[in-house]
C-alpha cells in the first residue's frame, strides 16, 4: 500500500482491513513532509494500524553531502519521533547513481542516529 498525505482519515482507516506487510509512505510534493506525515501516523496510532510505514525518499542529487542532509532534513526528525520503520531511497534524473553501499550506510546512519 502507498499513500501521499492526500488521503482523507476515512481513506487511511481502511488500511487495518487491508492487513498489508507495510506501507509506502511518499508526501506529495505540494504539502509539508513533516506535517502530512504527523497526520497519518496520528491516524495509524489512533486506529491502532499496527503495519509497518517505510519512508519513500526521492532525490536527484549526486552529493553524497546532499543526500545526507536531504534524509535528515526530511525524514530524520520522524524517525527521531519513532515514526516510521524504515527507509527507501529512490535516486531520479540524469545524475550520477549512488553506489548500493553508500545508500545503505547512509541510511543506516540516519536509522543509528534516531
Known amino acids: 500500500v502507498s499513500i501521499h498525505g492526500t488521503e482523507t482519515e476515512d481513506e487511511i482507516k481502511k488500511i487495518k482491513e487491508l492487513k498489508p506487510a507495510f506501507v509506502l509512505l511518499r508526501v506529495s510534493d505540494d504539502l509539508s513532509n513533516l506535517h502530512a506525515s504527523r497526520r497519518i501516523f496520528e491516524i495509524l496510532k489512533a486506529e491502532d494500524i499496527d503495519t509497518s510505514v517505510i519512508h519513500h525518499f526521492q532525490t536527484d542529487t549526486d552529493e553524497s553531502d546532499e543526500l545526507a542532509l536531504q534524509m535528515g ?4 526528525s520522524l524517525l527521531s519521533d519513532g515514526a516510521g520503520d524504515g527507509v ?20 543506516f546512519s540516519l536509522l543509528q542516529g534516531c
Open 73 to 76: 532534513m526530511k525524514i530524520g
Open 88 to 107: 527507501l531511497v529512490e535516486q531520479t534524473g540524469d545524475s550520477q547513481p549512488f553506489s548500493v553501499d553508500f545508500v545503505r550506510r547512509t541510511s
